[in-house]
Structures are given as structure tokens and as C-alpha cells.
């Protein structure tokens, strides 16, 4: 036996980064804690790190290819895998067009680097317009609103909240979720420091979540009515004379625009359909204004939701018309040590080819996630025939999972890249299983992009690789290659075709860390710039606990990627999209329940139900409902019940509490593993029920496309015994 030996890295589960301290003893994990002297982190981790043990050691992970044969699952060699996968995905594409063959990217994909840095060598070679992601049920409106006033989609504002004193928050809930689009490690602690300089968290939230229980105010909503709260505080803003735009007032216009586009929203009309009263829409607005610092941040609860992008378009202009973009202590941008926005112009499009069924918009590339199971169920020119699901699970995290379902069963291919025999990946044709998180190296490539301060980490392999394994972009060079051998054959390519290629080409030959430490040392904090003092992998090796690059700074007009590097307030897609929620506060509330998701610390979307330890315990895949709408339909607590919505319905168990707002139930997303064919033992003895069999792919944000996940109308009757 050798002796136990100590290692550092950082957690690749979620978005928070968290460093992390192994003890390992001959490959095997004998613990993991938080890495205290990691300057990001400091030492804070979740339940789920443990995890990463649980994962590397699953029984039930595939470690080789597998093919799916009527009598199971049937190991084959890679590249057999390879070859198979390509010769039916170019035989389909000549059958029936490019567009036959769809993609779909989950979650996952963002978290790993080397899908990154090497998945395109294999995907765009592919050059489908059928591209999904798990983006539209996601953040979609997040990098619309970006793309349109700040001119990258990725240029997203973040909240500085080690230095605000005002912290808004609509619709997300980081002390179960550990901050989204909020890179923050620890914000049990930050949250801490913000109260004890004398700040102030208040969250607006039709349930009262674990970060509205720690706030010091909270307001229920009514599901999908933040943009009228929103217009309405940015109505009472120009009313009481608190718009001031600072230093931002040198290159913001169409200010008169929004003025005239929240015109309608009162406090009043607001009220209407919120349910917040009108003085306390007054009160927030001024709060919000007169406050030293602040910072307005909504994240899923607001994104995925019916107003979408006019929220996130409404809380980026909360922030611009009060000063606080750009300004310490509000919505910053983080410069990262390896810069994806480094040298891009304006980047992406929108709305540049439509989809074929029901004509929803492109954004960079991608179509709506809605989409994907009527275009493979719907016949005629350009329908889907074959899928390449990455690191996703689309059946658990899409509406209308069980329309999903049929319709992956009907495929002629089916191709996944995933660990897992999971809910969507059984449906596969051949599955391709890369290693996990302490097999390979990493480096946040993209939250570094999105934390509220700068730093940077590199983490080695923990563990060696198991023996015949693959990692995620050695499996996508592995197909590249197959792919293009049988697309280009043996033919010499001319020059100018191979010097157009060259990037490509460095992807193809170069590993994901070579990548990283080019990344590094043209970034801005390089050592192309910084000479000896600059950042190089090497150096970054040197400094296991990661680096500190300070807080975030000040960067605009220079970091804008819009024509003349100026901010346009009033965006006409988006004043045009204001008469819908015009509409919504004509009408006034909602009757009838609607349906709420809900995050848990010991959860992650529908992929970590493997590990016993997080799973353990009491049922977490109840439906939340308040007594009130308990006894007006003679449901106890603990009772069983039917869910209705449109497109299905579900039973499960009621739990009565008045953290849920009247009239609104909330049951978390990511269960259901009881399907037939799923291989995950652990999973599959504490099944729950997905909700996705409720949410309906026709409820969208219309001007992103993004599902509307959130506020979907439902009926829940006793279920007669
Ligand atoms: N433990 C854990 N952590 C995770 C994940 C996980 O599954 N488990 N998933 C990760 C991923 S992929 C993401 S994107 C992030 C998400 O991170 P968050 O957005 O912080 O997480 P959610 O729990 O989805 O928070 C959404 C909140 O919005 C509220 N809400 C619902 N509808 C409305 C509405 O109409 N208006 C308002 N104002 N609020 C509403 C919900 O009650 C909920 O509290 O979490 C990440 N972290
Ligand atoms: N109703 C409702 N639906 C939701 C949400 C919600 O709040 N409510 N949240 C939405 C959000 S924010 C998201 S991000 C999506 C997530 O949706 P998806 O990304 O579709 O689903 P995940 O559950 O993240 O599934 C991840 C898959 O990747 C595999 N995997 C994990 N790590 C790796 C890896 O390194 N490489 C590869 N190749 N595979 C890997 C896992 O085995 C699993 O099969 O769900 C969305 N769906
Ligand atoms: S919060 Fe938990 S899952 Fe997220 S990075 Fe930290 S340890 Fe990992
Ligand atoms: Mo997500």
C-alpha cells in the first residue's frame, strides 16, 4: 500500500468553481473537503463534491462503447465506435440532407473544457442548422438581451456582490443552486459580509426559497409577471426623477424610448397582476435608487418564463438608468485569464433561419430546444432522422419529455456521448462514454466569464485514466477523423482551402491544455503582454490553489462589441415585444394554479441520482403547495395527488407549507427514473416523477424561443384511493 497523498482541484459540477482538497491513496479517493486556501472558494464546498468519489466509482458507468442490440447492451471497440457512427451519419445525410442530422448539447458541455475546445472539430463538420441545446431552457434570454445591448452574447453584466449594499434578486436562488450566471463560491458566507457592512438582500420569488428565508425582505410574485414589476420600477424610476446614468450617460442612447414604453406600467397596473401592492412597487424602485451601491439580478426564475428577455432586458436597464452598470458595487463584467471575447467583433446572429415546423428564430447558431421533437416527428423535406446527444438528457430537461420520448424512439441513428444508460441515451444506437471530472484536467473556460471576481485555476487529472477509456475531445477527434475520411476521402486539399482551415487545424493537433495555455498567455493577464510577470499554464501549475486577479473593474465603452461601442436602450424587438406584457397587466391575475420548479443542494439537473448519499433520506419530489389550496381541494399533507396540465399528467405526493404562495405549486426538475430501459440502480429506487411530463413546448418566450418553464397552468385533484 502506498501512503495516503494530498491533491488540489477544483469542482466542475455546477458553476460556482469551488476548489477542492483530495486525499488519494493508490487511485483510490479516500476524501474530499474544500480546498481552504483557495482564494475564490475559501474552503467552501457543497454535498455534492463528495459526489465526484461517487461518480468515478459508479458501477453502473459505461467505460467502453457500447451498441444497443436486442439482446442488450453490447461492448464494441472505439474505433468500431467511430466508423459506425460515421458511416450512418453520412449515409443519412445523403439520403435525406444536412439538416437531417440534429445535435443537442446538455449542460454538461460547459463544464467540461475539452467539449469546448474540440467539440466543434467533429460537430460543425456536420453543419446541421438543427443544433440544439440545453441554452433555451436555460439562459437563452440572458445572451439575446447581451447580444442586442452589449454586443456579445456572452458579455453578460454580473453582480459585484462583495461590494454591493443593495442586492435585488428575482427568480434565483443561490443558496440551493450556488449561484448562476453568478460564478459564487460561498455565497452562504458572501451573504454574511453583505449584512455586516450594513447591506441588504431582498428577493422576489413566488416561493419562499432558502435565499428568500435569509433575506431581508421577500416578496411573492405571481409566476411570469416579473416584467411588469420591473416596467413599473422602471416607471416610477423616471417619475421620481431617479434616473441617472453616471458615467454611462457618454455612451447610452435611446433612453426617451424606454420612457416612453413603460408609460403604461403603473404601480398600479402592476399591482394588478403581481400581487405585490402598489407602495411597496414604489418603495423597491426607490430603495433600489437611493441606495449607495446596488445591483438588480434575476436568473431562472425570470429567464425561463413566458417575459424571458424582457426581463433580463429590464434588469440590465434597472441597473444602466441607476448608475450601476459598470460601477463597483453593481453589475460588472469579469475579465478572465483566458478571454473567449478576446479579438471578436460583434459575434452571432439572430433570427437568421428559422425552425422548419414551427418557425422559431436561430440565435448563434442554435434553434429552441421546444422544437426538437416535432421536427423529428413531422414529416416531410429536412425532417430529423438522426441525433448526436452530448452530455445531455434532453427526455428529463425539455418540455414534454414524454413526446421527446416517442419521438427519439422513431429515429433511424442515434448517437450519445455520455456515461450513463440514462432516460434519453437508451434510446441511443451506440453510446460513446468519456471519463469523468477527476479523470481529466480542467480549466473553467466559460464561468470564469460570469464570477464575481477574477481568478483563475487549473486542476491535473486526480486519478490516471482507466485503461481504455476516452476523454470528451479525444472522442470527438476520434469521430472528426472517421467523418472526415469518409466526406473528403484521400484527396489533397488545396492551399488556400488548408490556410483557411488553420484554426480548425490547431484544434485537431493540439491537446485542450495546449489550447489553455495559449489562451492564457495572449489573455489579459498573459504573458504576451506582461512578460515574465504574465500567466503561462506553467505558471498557473505552479499555483495548485488557484490565482486571485482581484476584483471586478470597470471596462466600458472598451469592452462593448456594439457599433461605436455604445449601448442602445430602447431595442425594438424588445419595445416591441413590451405590448405583450401590456396586454398581460390589461387582463390582471391569473386564475387557476400554476406550476413552479425548484433546485435542491443535493441535486444537479437530472444527473447526479446515481450517488447514494444524495439521494438518501426523505422524498425531495414533492409537489409544494400552500394549506389554503390544500383544504380547497381536501388534500392533506402527504396525501397523494393528480397533476394535470396540457400535455400530461403525473401523481405524486402533496406537501402543505406557506413557503409556496397561494396559488402557485412547485415540484423540482430532473426526476423521473423509473422509464424502462434506464440503467442507474440507485436512480431508479428513488424514481420521483418528471416534471417535464407537465411543462408544455408551446409555452415559449416568443422573442427568444426559450421554454417557458415556469408558470405553467396545472389542476391537482386528490387521487380517489
Ligand atoms: N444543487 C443544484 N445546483 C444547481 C443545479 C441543480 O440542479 N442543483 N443546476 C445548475 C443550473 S444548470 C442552473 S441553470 C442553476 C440555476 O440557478 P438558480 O436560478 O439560482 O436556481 P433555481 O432553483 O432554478 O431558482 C429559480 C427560482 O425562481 C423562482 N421562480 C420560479 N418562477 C418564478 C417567477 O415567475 N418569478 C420569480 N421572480 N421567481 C420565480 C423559483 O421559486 C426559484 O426559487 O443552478 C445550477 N446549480
Ligand atoms: N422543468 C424544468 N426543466 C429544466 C430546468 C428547470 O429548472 N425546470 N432546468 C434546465 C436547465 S437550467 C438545464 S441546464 C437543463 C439541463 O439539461 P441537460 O443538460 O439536458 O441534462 P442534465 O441533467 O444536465 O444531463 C447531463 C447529462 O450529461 C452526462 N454527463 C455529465 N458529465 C458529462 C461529461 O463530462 N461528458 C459527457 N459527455 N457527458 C456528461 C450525464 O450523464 C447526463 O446524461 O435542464 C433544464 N430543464
Ligand atoms: S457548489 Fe458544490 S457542486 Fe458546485 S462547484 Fe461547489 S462543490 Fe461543486
Ligand atoms: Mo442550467
Not at 423521473?672 to 434506464?678: D, K, M, N
Amino acid at each position: 500500500m502506498g501512503e495516503p497523498s494530498t491533491h488540489y482541484g477544483a469542482c466542475n459540477l455546477c458553476e460556482a468553481i469551488c476548489g477542492l482538497e483530495f486525499k488519494v491513496q493508490d487511485g483510490h479517493i479516500l476524501s474530499v473537503r474544500g480546498d481552504d486556501a483557495d482564494p475564490f472558494s475559501r474552503g467552501h464546498v457543497c454535498p455534492k463534491a463528495v459526489a465526484l468519489k461517487d461518480l468515478h466509482e459508479d458501477p453502473d458507468r459505461l467505460r467502453k462503447p457500447a451498441r444497443r442490440t436486442a439482446n442488450g447492451w453490447q461492448e464494441i471497440g472505439w474505433d468500431q465506435a467511430y466508423a459506425e457512427v460515421a458511416d450512418r451519419l453520412v449515409a443519412l445525410r445523403k439520403a435525406h440532407g444536412t439538416n437531417s442530422v440534429a445535435v443537442y448539447q446538455g449542460n454538461p458541455s460547459v463544464h467540461n473544457y475539452g467539449n469546448l475546445t474540440h467539440g466543434q472539430n467533429f460537430l460543425g463538420q456536420l453543419k446541421s442548422r438543427n443544433r440544439f441545446s440545453a441554452t433555451s431552457v436555460d439562459q437563452l434570454p440572458h445572451q439575446l438581451v447581451a447580444y442586442w445591448m452589449f454586443g456579445h452574447q456572452l458579455l453578460l453584466p454580473i453582480p459585484d456582490i462583495d461590494r454591493t449594499q443593495y442586492f435585488l434578486v428575482l427568480g434565483a436562488n443561490p443558496m440551493a443552486s450556488n449561484g448562476s450566471l453568478m460564478t459564487v463560491p460561498d455565497f452562504r458566507g458572501r451573504l454574511k459580509e453583505l449584512k455586516a457592512r450594513g447591506g441588504r438582500m431582498v428577493v422576489i420569488d413566488p416561493r419562499r426559497s432558502e435565499t428568500a428565508d435569509v433575506a431581508d425582505e421577500h416578496h411573492f410574485i405571481r409566476p411570469g409577471t416579473d416584467a411588469a414589476l420591473l416596467l413599473a420600477m422602471i416607471h416610477v424610476l423616471f417619475d421620481e426623477d431617479r434616473v441617472n446614468l453616471g458615467a454611462a450617460t457618454a455612451f447610452v442612447d435611446g433612453v426617451d424610448g424606454v420612457r416612453d414604453a413603460v408609460a403604461p406600467f403603473t404601480a398600479e397596473a402592476a399591482a394588478s397582476v403581481t400581487g405585490i401592492d402598489a407602495a411597496t412597487i414604489r418603495r423597491l424602485a426607490l430603495d433600489f435608487a437611493d441606495a449607495t451601491a446596488a445591483v438588480a439580478y434575476g436568473r431562472m426564475g425570470v429567464s425561463t418564463q413566458a417575459f424571458g428577455s424582457i426581463c433580463q432586458w429590464a434588469i440590465n436597464l434597472l441597473n444602466l438608468l441607476t448608475g450601476r452598470l459598470d460601477a463597483p458595487g453593481g453589475a460588472m463584467f469579469p475579465l478572465p485569464a483566458v478571454d473567449l471575447l478576446q479579438g471578436q467583433s460583434k459575434a452571432g446572429h439572430y433570427n437568421a433561419w428559422q425552425s422548419r415546423v414551427r418557425g422559431l428564430p436561430e440565435f448563434g447558431g442554435e434553434l429552441p430546444v421546444v422544437a426538437l421533437a416535432e421536427e423529428i416527428l413531422t414529416p416531410g423535406e429536412g425532417q430529423v432522422r438522426a441525433l448526436v446527444t452530448i452530455a445531455g438528457n434532453p427526455v428529463l430537461s425539455t418540455p414534454n419529455g414524454q413526446q421527446l420520448d416517442r419521438a427519439l424512439a422513431s429515429l433511424d441513428f442515434m448517437v450519445s456521448i455520455d456515461f450513463y444508460v440514462n432516460e434519453t441515451t437508451r434510446h441511443a444506437h451506440l453510446i460513446l462514454p468519456p471519463t469523468c471530472g477527476v479523470e481529466h484536467d480542467h480549466y473553467d473556460l466559460i464561468f470564469h466569464h460570469f464570477a464575481v471576481r477574477n481568478t483563475a485555476r487549473w486542476s491535473a487529472p486526480l486519478v490516471d485514466k482507466p485503461e481504455g477509456t476516452r476523454h470528451d475531445w479525444e472522442i470527438f477527434n476520434g469521430l472528426a477523423r472517421a467523418y472526415r475520411e469518409r466526406v473528403e476521402g484521400d484527396r489533397p486539399q488545396p492551399l488556400g482551402a488548408r490556410l483557411r482551415k488553420l484554426p480548425g487545424l490547431a484544434r485537431q493537433h493540439l491537446r485542450p491544455d495546449q489550447l489553455i495555455d495559449l489562451g492564457l498567455r495572449l489573455g489579459p493577464y498573459g504573458s504576451w503582454k506582461r512578460k515574465r510577470e504574465g500567466l503561462t499554464l506553467r505558471k498557473l501549475k505552479q499555483h495548485p490553489h488557484g490565482i486571485d486577479l482581484g476584483p471586478l473593474q470597470p471596462c466600458l465603452p472598451q469592452r462593448l462589441f456594439t457599433p461605436g461601442k455604445r449601448i442602445r436602450c430602447d431595442i425594438p424587438e424588445l419595445i416591441g415585444d413590451v405590448e405583450r406584457a401590456r396586454r398581460q397587466i390589461g387582463i390582471g391575475a391569473a386564475e387557476g394554479l400554476r406550476l413552479i420548479g425548484r433546485r435542491h443542494v443535493r441535486s444537479n439537473n437530472s444527473w447526479m441520482h446515481n450517488s447514494e448519499r444524495l439521494v438518501k433520506g426523505k422524498d425531495r419530489c414533492l409537489l409544494l403547495m400552500n394549506p389554503g389550496d390544500g383544504s380547497a381541494r381536501s388534500l392533506a399533507d402527504g396525501t397523494m395527488a393528480t397533476v394535470r396540465s396540457r400535455v400530461g399528467a403525473l401523481e405524486v405526493t402533496v406537501h402543505l407549507t406557506d413557503e409556496m404562495m397561494p396559488g402557485v405549486v412547485s415540484l423540482p426538475h430532473g426526476w423521473g427514473h423509473a422509464r424502462e430501459g434506464v440503467n442507474l440502480r440507485v436512480a431508479n429506487a428513488h424514481a420521483g416523477v418528471s416534471v417535464n411530463d407537465l411543462t408544455d413546448e408551446f409555452l415559449v418566450d416568443t422573442l427568444s424561443g426559450n421554454a417557458s418553464l415556469s408558470g405553467v397552468e396545472v389542476v391537482v385533484e386528490r387521487l380517489a384511493a
